[in-house]
């Protein structure tokens, strides 16, 4: 440990064995070192984690022993971090209720609970104070969770619940070992008896039929990819799983869902670039489905049912930043689409939602969202106004589709989340919820700025900015600089409570909107991705210095954040500027990308080369992400402390990955900072599910950037 380095370097560091195997592909040879961490058998260790290969289990043992000698004297600092945390929310906490029918839904925590309860109450009474003599439990998470981790499964996590249309019962999925292969059980609700055996191997999607005993749900591969829909009388318990539908392309990802109106069922297809939509009539769930559209390349619609028509959300025609059109349910095909409201470049539609007399649309307008009320009578328009300078929307859909009251959240960097019912025909908001922050919370200890950074190529990128009211800019202040970049993903500049405990000790929290997002539109994502890839890090490296320019921070005062495809963000900034960075933590990132992509059989590789390209068959796509894939440039350099995190049951970015990086990664090193590996041996992309354990794993992580940035005292 040194006045420089915060870290000991008295730990040995485990050192994984070089074993090269060499890859030719397209005429193009690569030698991978680290690729006998993969298990043979990694598709049974995502379904029974405890048949990992005892080599591979050892090393990873070995990484996660290595990480907690460097962090262990972090540990009262991280139990400081999480009580912070865990002060800031509320224990006893319920969502406003939803209303349908002779009910009112919703879900409440109790102190000390992990998941929840899903409850509802009577309409009539659900305005009352007291309610709870009238609640009707209809799912207990915590225990539920009790009693599947007394059957041996220590992770848990509740994926959807839904009721029937007729109220008398209840479909839920689960997930037992974070792999996210679903188990749906349905129970009637009176009685809490399951009315059928669990449906396995699902991807945790399902729908009710109108006829109140049809369920729909899709069903996962031997890859892990959704990929079939069945249906089945849940009442009759004889009753066979009938296949109604088969995704034969491996790049499309299904779903089920019902329409606006719940007069449908949907079975959505889409491959991030073109979509497809296939009609089932809710009440006579029999019937075979009926494609709305067939698949186009480069073409996404979806359908909003209302009265005799379909209102479509497309970007057909060139409609870069999407329209709506409009078309009979009768005639459904593309060639009788009619334009409805027209494409407006610079206007994102993000969504529409349709009911009885209204139509909502979320756009997104120079990087801030807004909600766009159209009266369906006569198409006049008013905008719902906000006045913080950046903020974070969103619709909240509902059950009911006649009526005149629109459900939104709301929230900004320095205001906490909040529920409004606005009422679309007088214009009245109401708010319904704020979200209570029991430690304390003054916004005005807190300033929010939206700047933009201008790139190296002369593109303005918007950069979200939250601090200490009153901060010197004198490029003193160390920096978490997040960001992601990719699928057109927009982080949203809403409230975050877990980052004021970074801030409180003189952090800028910087959210950088670049490329490979749509802040600014559907171009701006199309900019960041495939040949324009670079794009996307070239604006996160360059924020990072803009930053330093205005006195926010200083070079080598900045923690890299991301976590996924933004672990692939900051693994290639960290490549192409390790002096920027005190610290890089990457969470599950996605940083083998060649090799990703050249392995059919995983999970994501075929829908996720319309995004990153199929090195498999273009010599151009190959050694454009051999250009700047985080684990094929690492060389030998200088690099920061670097915290990964992995999940061994994760499907999206599989273990192998993270693991593979930080063996490289230190092998390259040459400074004495560490490479920190933390797998989670219980757990897959999303960590942990508790909310009280989760945060634990946010702690860790901003323990290692206090650490890293010398303010542990606090």
């Given at each position: 440990?040194?006045?420089?380095?915060?870290?000991?370097?008295?730990?040995?560091?485990?050192?994984?064995?070089?074993?090269?195997?060499?890859?030719?592909?397209?005429?193009?040879?690569?030698?991978?070192?680290?690729g006998?961490?993969?298990?043979?058998?990694?598709?049974?260790?995502?379904?029974?984690?405890?048949?990992?290969?005892?080599?591979?289990?050892?090393?990873?043992?070995?990484?996660n022993?290595?990480?907690?000698?460097?962090?262990?004297?972090?540990?009262?600092?991280?139990?400081?971090?999480?009580?912070?945390?865990?002060?800031?929310?509320?224990?006893?906490?319920?969502?406003?209720?939803?209303?349908?029918?002779p009910y009112?839904?919703?879900?409440?925590?109790?102190?000390?609970?992990?998941?929840?309860?899903?409850?509802?109450?009577?309409?009539?009474?659900?305005?009352?104070?007291?309610?709870?003599?009238v609640?009707?439990?209809?799912?207990?998470?915590?225990?539920?969770?009790?009693?599947?981790?007394?059957d041996?499964?220590?992770?848990?996590?509740?994926?959807?619940?839904?009721?029937?249309?007729?109220?008398?019962?209840?479909?839920?999925?689960?997930?037992?070992?974070?792999?996210?292969?679903?188990?749906?059980?349905?129970?009637?609700?009176?009685?809490?008896?399951?009315?059928?055996?669990?449906?396995?191997?699902?991807?945790?999607?399902?729908?009710?039929?109108?006829?109140?005993?049809?369920?729909?749900?899709?069903e996962?591969?031997?890859?892990?990819?959704?990929?079939k829909?069945?249906?089945?009388?849940?009442?009759?318990?004889?009753?066979?799983?009938?296949?109604?539908?088969?995704?034969?392309?491996?790049?499309?990802?299904?779903?089920?869902?019902?329409?606006?109106?719940?007069?449908?069922?949907?079975?959505?297809?889409?491959?991030?670039t073109?979509?497809?939509?296939?009609?089932?009539?809710a009440?006579?769930?029999?019937?075979?489905?009926v494609?709305?559209?067939?698949?186009?390349?480069?073409?996404?619609?979806?359908?909003?049912?209302?009265?005799?028509?379909?209102?479509?959300?497309?970007?057909?025609?060139?409609?870069?930043?999407?329209?709506?059109?409009k078309?009979?349910?009768?005639l459904?095909?593309?060639?009788h689409?009619?334009?409805?409201?027209?494409?407006s470049?610079?206007?994102?539609?993000?969504?529409i939602?349709?009911?009885q007399?209204?139509?909502?649309?979320?756009?997104?307008?120079?990087?801030?969202?807004?909600?766009?009320?159209?009266?369906?009578?006569?198409?006049?328009?008013?905008?719902?106004?906000?006045?913080?300078?950046?903020?974070?929307?969103?619709?909240?859909?509902?059950?009911?589709?006649?009526?005149?009251?629109?459900?939104?959240?709301?929230?900004?960097?320095?205001?906490?989340?909040?529920?409004?019912?606005?009422?679309?025909?007088?214009?009245?908001?109401?708010?319904?919820k704020?979200?209570?922050?029991?430690?304390g919370?003054?916004?005005?200890?807190?300033?929010?700025?939206?700047?933009?950074?201008?790139?190296?190529?002369?593109?303005?990128i918007?950069?979200?900015?939250?601090?200490?009211?009153?901060?010197?800019?004198?490029?003193?202040?160390?920096?978490?600089?997040?960001?992601?970049g990719?699928?057109?993903?927009?982080?949203?500049a809403?409230?975050?409570?877990?980052?004021?405990?970074?801030?409180?000790?003189?952090?800028?929290?910087?959210?950088?909107?670049?490329?490979?997002?749509?802040?600014?539109?559907?171009?701006?994502?199309?900019?960041?991705?495939?040949?324009?890839?670079?794009?996307?890090?070239?604006?996160?490296?360059?924020v990072?210095?803009?930053?330093?320019?205005?006195?926010?921070?200083?070079?080598?005062?900045?923690?890299?954040?991301?976590?996924?495809?933004?672990?692939?963000?900051?693994?290639?900034?960290?490549?192409?500027?390790?002096?920027?960075?005190?610290?890089?933590?990457a969470?599950?990132?996605?940083?083998?990308?060649?090799?990703?992509?050249?392995?059919?059989?995983?999970?994501?590789?075929?829908?996720?080369?319309?995004?990153?390209g199929?090195?498999?068959?273009?010599?151009?796509?190959?050694?454009?992400?051999?250009?700047?894939?985080?684990?094929?440039n690492?060389?030998?350099?200088?690099?920061?402390?670097?915290?990964?995190t992995?999940?061994?049951?994760?499907?999206?970015?599989?273990?192998?990955?993270?693991?593979?990086?930080?063996?490289k990664?230190?092998?390259?090193?040459?400074?004495?900072?560490?490479?920190?590996?933390?797998?989670n041996?219980?757990?897959g992309?999303?960590?942990?599910?508790?909310?009280?354990?989760?945060?634990?794993?946010?702690?860790?992580?901003?323990?290692?950037?206090?650490k890293?940035t010398?303010?542990?005292?606090?």
């Open positions: 440990m040194s006045a420089t380095n915060p870290f000991s370097t008295s730990f040995s560091a485990p050192k994984a064995e070089k074993r090269p195997v060499t890859h030719t592909q397209l005429t193009r040879t690569r030698t991978d070192d680290y006998w961490l993969k298990d043979e058998n990694w598709k049974k260790v995502m379904d029974d984690p405890s048949v990992l290969n005892a080599e591979i289990r050892a090393y990873l043992d070995a990484e022993t290595y990480c907690a000698q460097h962090m262990q004297d972090t540990k009262s600092l991280q139990d400081v971090l999480f009580a912070q945390m865990k002060g800031r929310i509320k224990d006893d906490d319920s969502t406003v209720p939803d209303a349908d029918g009112e839904y919703a879900q409440r925590y109790r102190a000390g609970d992990q998941h929840g309860l899903y409850f509802r109450t009577p309409r009539h009474k659900a305005k009352s104070h007291d309610t709870t003599d609640e009707e439990i209809l799912l207990d998470g915590d225990a539920l969770s009790a009693r599947m981790k007394a041996g499964h220590p992770y848990f996590d509740i994926g959807g619940v839904q009721h029937s249309d007729n109220h008398n019962y209840l479909a839920y999925s689960v997930d037992l070992n974070g792999a996210e292969r679903y188990l749906i059980n349905i129970i009637d609700i009176k009685t809490q008896a399951e009315i059928c055996p669990p449906l396995e191997n699902t991807s945790g999607d399902f729908e009710w039929a109108q006829d109140e005993r049809t369920l729909f749900w899709v996962r591969d031997e890859n892990n990819r959704p990929c829909v069945y249906r089945k009388n849940v009442l009759d318990k004889n009753a066979k799983a009938i296949l109604v539908y088969t995704e034969t392309d491996p790049g499309f990802f299904i779903s089920v869902s019902r329409s606006d109106t719940g007069n449908y069922v949907e079975i959505v297809c889409n491959d991030h073109s979509s497809e939509t296939w009609l089932i009539p009440d006579t769930p029999e019937h075979a489905p494609c709305a559209s067939p698949r186009r390349p480069l073409q996404e619609y979806t359908l909003h049912d209302h009265k005799d028509n379909f209102y479509v959300l497309t970007n057909a025609d060139d409609a870069t930043d999407f329209k709506v059109m078309v009979k349910q009768s459904t095909d593309i060639q689409w009619q334009d409805y409201i027209a494409h470049a610079g206007t994102l539609i993000l969504g939602e349709t009911y007399s209204h139509m909502v649309r979320l756009e997104r307008v120079n990087a801030l969202p807004r909600i766009v009320i159209r009266d369906l009578s006569n198409n006049e328009e008013h905008i719902i106004d906000f006045a913080e300078e950046a903020y974070a929307l969103g619709l909240m859909g509902g059950y009911e589709f006649d009526t005149d009251w629109v459900r939104f959240a709301y929230s900004s960097p320095t205001t906490p989340g909040q529920v409004f019912d606005y009422n679309m025909h007088t214009r009245e908001r109401i708010l319904r704020t979200n209570e922050i029991p430690s919370h003054i916004p005005d200890d807190y300033q929010t700025k939206r700047i933009e950074i201008t790139a190296r190529d002369g593109e303005e918007p950069v979200t900015l939250i601090m200490k009211s009153g901060l010197k800019l004198d490029s003193s202040a160390p920096c978490l600089l997040y960001g992601y990719s699928y057109g993903i927009t982080i949203p809403g409230f975050r409570t877990n980052i004021l405990s970074l801030i409180d000790q003189g952090f800028v929290y910087a959210i950088a909107h670049i490329r490979g997002g749509m802040a600014k539109g559907y171009d701006w994502y199309t900019k960041g991705k495939l040949e324009t890839k670079q794009a996307t890090f070239d604006d996160f490296i360059d990072g210095y803009g930053l330093c320019k205005l006195g926010y921070t200083s070079e080598g005062n900045i923690i890299a954040h991301g976590g996924s495809a933004g672990g692939l963000l900051v693994g290639a900034a960290l490549n192409q500027a390790p002096q920027l960075f005190a610290g890089v933590i969470a599950v990132p996605f940083v083998d990308v060649l090799n990703t992509m050249s392995d059919e059989s995983l999970p994501l590789t075929p829908p996720e080369w319309p995004e990153w199929n090195p498999l068959i273009s010599e151009k796509d190959y050694d454009q992400i051999l250009a700047y894939s985080p684990y094929d690492v060389e030998a350099r200088n690099y920061p402390p670097i915290l990964i992995a999940g061994l049951t994760d499907p999206r970015v599989t273990y192998w990955e993270p693991a593979k990086w930080a063996a990664l230190r092998d390259h090193q040459l400074a004495d900072a560490p490479i920190l590996l933390r797998t041996m219980d757990a992309h999303q960590g942990e599910a508790g909310r009280y354990d989760s945060l634990k794993e946010i702690a860790f992580e901003y323990a290692f950037a206090l890293v010398g303010k542990m005292d606090i």
